[in-house]
């Protein structure tokens, strides 16, 4: 049972190192799309990761035209506070993508609209609050798919 948690040019290397953390804990694959906003080496990203990055399965893609291409067949889903649907009603399926945009924009709009049937977002209850932080949002769709593969 694995997930595949792809992160789409991100920018904030503490949030990609916790998210590595995350990945290594739930058996998931990573995925990191480029441009980063930041050098793979930088040492707030292997704070975060602390000593277990060596361990994590990481895959990079130089853009995300590269992404799509090799993972053409891929069953995904898209994550948004653009979306419509609530993550709560993905069927999560073994070896599922769960793709990511970006932290200071998110996804961007084409690929919203290109995967609209497959955009789902975290409900979020609150008017004064217009995303959740990254490494907090991957983690509930992350737990949320481990829960119902189990």
């Known amino acids: 049972m694995a997930l595949n948690i792809v992160l789409i040019e991100p920018e904030i290397p ?31 990203l ?5 000593d277990y990055w060596q361990h994590l399965e990481v895959i990079y893609y130089e853009s995300t035209e590269e992404f799509f291409s090799k993972n053409a067949n ?3 889903v898209f994550l948004s506070s653009h979306g419509t649907q609530s993550h709560w009603d993905i069927t999560y399926k073994d070896n599922m993508f769960l793709v990511f945009g970006k932290e200071s924009v998110g996804l961007t709009k084409p690929l919203i609209k290109k995967h609209e ?3 789902f977002k975290i409900p979020m209850y609150s008017e004064h609050i217009r995303s ?17 593969l189990k």
């Open 46 to 50: 292997k704070r975060a990761g602390l």
């Open 74 to 76: 891929a069953e995904m």
């Open 14 to 44: 503490n949030n990609t190192g916790n998210i590595g953390r995350l990945a290594l804990a739930t058996g998931s694959r990573l995925h990191l799309v480029k441009p980063f906003g930041f050098e793979i080496d930088d040492k707030r």
């Open 132 to 148: 959740l932080n990254l490494a907090n949002a991957v983690s509930i769709i992350v737990y949320e798919g481990l829960r119902q």
């Open 117 to 119: 049937d497959k955009l």
